[in-house]
């Protein structure tokens, strides 16, 4: 069994500062960490599985107050898994569509570096490129 860490080796191995996880504690996101008789936090591991699970929410672009919604829904226990599995549905959706969105944008780069290769390949066999023949579109 894992050990708990403190916040600072909470931080050095997670990558989200120590003002940060306070802050999630603050906001609700991180609830019921425990403490040392001086009152220093302590988080089990299953407190580290969950900050890792809160920080994939907003690495997909979960808002804080859907974050908070859900921690809240979480605290409630098994009673919400159905409210807890529509908001991951609906919040899979939208990563989902902001994904097509990025390949579309990632198509039209792609796209666009095509088009300077085959200028660059013509200029360089012809000394020059006809800027007539082939308009560079946005």
Known sequence: M???LTIGQVAAT??????????????GLLRSIGRTDAGHRLYAPADLDWLQFVMRLKATGMPIAGMQAFAALRAEGEATFGARRKMLIEHRDTVLARIAELQTSLDAITDKIAFYEAAEREAASTGHFDNTLVKDSP
């Open 2 to 4: 894992s050990k708990a």
């Open 14 to 27: 997670s990558g989200v500062s120590t003002h940060t996880l306070r802050y999630y504690e603050q906001a």
